[in-house]
């Protein structure tokens, strides 16, 4: 298993740095949110190298954007699985799906430090699942 933070896994845009304020910490409505760690398996670096350079750009883009921070929370992008061996998370980033587990202690603080482990990634065509070209069942 290969392990990154997001800052070492992608160069943050110039507009994270002045909303963040620090590397550690997203402010805002003057809370402090846990930092999560970013974790990918080598089976889903292997479902990353299937796609293209700039695929793969837009998939990681959208893990940094969307799990960094709360990734435990539902929104339009992200899902909680309910019958699934794959993992318990899915991420939505256009056509293609990550699929992701979160380690957390329930007491968790926002000077903690959790980990986001990206199990599986795929693309949709219609209903049908994806990885690394073959069909899978979700």
Known sequence: MKYYTCFRLHTIPEVWYTALGNTE?????????????IQITDEAEADLAYYRANERRLIIDGIITQLTYEPTKETSNRKRLRTTTMATWELRIGKYRVFYEVETDVDLQPDDTATVIIVSVGHKEHNVLYIRGKVVKV
């Open 25 to 37: 910490y997203a402010v805002g409505d003057d809370t402090i949110m846990p930092f999560y760690d």
